[in-house]
C-alpha cells in the first residue's frame, strides 16, 4: 500500500506539517503491504487491542484477533476452553468465572474500568458510546420519535420529554409506579404519567444503541397510556413496546441488537413473538388498530 496522507483512525492529514508524525503498524495476521497509518496522537492515546497490542478505535480486540476466535473478550488472553455467555464470546473460563460482570450487558469487566456514579460498572464496549449528556441523550429520543412516526405513523397527543437518572432514581419512580423490579440490571427505563411526575426516565450512561432502544420501548408505552389505556396484559404491553423498539433497530440496520431482542426468554420476548405473529397476519397498520381496542 502506498503512504497513507490522512490517519485511518481520526482521519487528520499525515506528514504536510511538521506537527503530526505518522505511525505505522501492522498485524502479524495481514498480509504483505497492509497496514495502519496513525498519527502521533492516535498512535500515542488510542487503546491497543489486549491480544496484539494493534492501535483501534475502540477498547478490547481489534477486529483481527476478533476473528479468530481465540482470545478471551475481556483479558485478551489465547484461551483454549472458550466459554460463551448469551450471544458473546469466547471467554477464557476465569473471566467468565471471576470477573465481576457489566452491570448493561452483564458481560465480565476487565481490570480497571470505573463504575458510574451510582456505583454501577460497566465495562469497555458498553462505555466507548455511553451516553451520560442529557442534550445527547434528548437528540436520540427525538431521532427515535421521528423514525416511529415515520414507520408507523405514531405520535403522541401531549409532548413527553425524556430525562436520564441514576440507578436509585429509577429505582423510586417505579415504586412509586407500583412495579418493584424484578433485577435491577433489567431495569433501564420507566414511563410515568402520575403527579408532576410525567415523563420517560432511562438509566445515564447506557451505550447509545441500548438507549435508543430503551428510549423507543418507554416512548411506545406513552403512546399506550393515550391510545389504548385499558390495554393491562403485560404481554401485549411490553410486546407492543418491544415490537415498536424492534422495528426501529430493524429499520436502522441493527440486526445484532434486534436479534437479542427476540431471542429473550421473558415476557419482553414473548411480547415480541406474538406481536410479530401479529403483525404477519395483519400488518403494522392491523396491528395498531387492534390495540387502540384490545384490553
Ligand atoms: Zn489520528
Ligand atoms: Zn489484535
Ligand atoms: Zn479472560
Ligand atoms: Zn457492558
Ligand atoms: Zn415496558
Redesign the pocket.
Known amino acids: 500500500m502506498a503512504s497513507a496522507r490522512f490517519c485511518h483512525l481520526c482521519g487528520r492529514p499525515l506528514g504536510d506539517t511538521g506537527a503530526i508524525d505518522d505511525r505505522t503498524f501492522r498485524?502479524r495476521d495481514w498480509p504483505p503491504g497492509l497496514a495502519l497509518h496513525l498519527c502521533a496522537d492516535c498512535a500515542a492515546h488510542k487503546p491497543r487491542?489486549?491480544?496484539?497490542?494493534?492501535p483501534?478505535a475502540v477498547p478490547g480486540?481489534?477486529?483481527?484477533?476478533?476473528q479468530t476466535g481465540q482470545?478471551c473478550l475481556t483479558c485478551?488472553r489465547k484461551t483454549r476452553r472458550r466459554v460463551t455467555i448469551g450471544h458473546s464470546g469466547p471467554y477464557c473460563a476465569d473471566c467468565a468465572r471471576d470477573r465481576p460482570r457489566c452491570d448493561v450487558c452483564g458481560l465480565p469487566v476487565a481490570n480497571g474500568r470505573r463504575p458510574l456514579a451510582d456505583g454501577r460498572l460497566t465495562c469497555a464496549a458498553c462505555e466507548a458510546t455511553a451516553v451520560h449528556d442529557p442534550g445527547e441523550a434528548q437528540a436520540i429520543f427525538r431521532a427515535a420519535e421521528a423514525a416511529i412516526g415515520r414507520q408507523l405513523g405514531l405520535s403522541l397527543g401531549v409532548p413527553t420529554g425524556l430525562l436520564l437518572v441514576g440507578r436509585d432514581e429509577l429505582l423510586a419512580v417505579m415504586r412509586e409506579l407500583g412495579q418493584e423490579p424484578d433485577g435491577a440490571a433489567d431495569t433501564l427505563g420507566a414511563y410515568t404519567r402520575r403527579g408532576r411526575r410525567r415523563g420517560i426516565y432511562v438509566l445515564s450512561g447506557l451505550p447509545r444503541l441500548l438507549l435508543l432502544q430503551v428510549a423507543a420501548h418507554e416512548w411506545a408505552h406513552a403512546w399506550q397510556m393515550e391510545n389504548a389505556p385499558l390495554l393491562r396484559d403485560p404481554i401485549w404491553r411490553e410486546g407492543f413496546a418491544e415490537w415498536v423498539a424492534y422495528g426501529l433497530l430493524r429499520a436502522r440496520g441493527e440486526t445484532e441488537a434486534a436479534e437479542r431482542m427476540l431471542a429473550r426468554e421473558d415476557v419482553y420476548g414473548d411480547g415480541l413473538r406474538h406481536l410479530l405473529q401479529l403483525e404477519a397476519q395483519m400488518g403494522a397498520p392491523g396491528v395498531i388498530d387492534w390495540l387502540r381496542h384490545a384490553r
Not at 61 to 66: A, N, S, V
Open positions: 498485524h487491542c489486549l491480544a496484539c497490542g494493534l483501534g480486540l481489534c477486529e483481527t484477533c476478533r482470545f485478551g
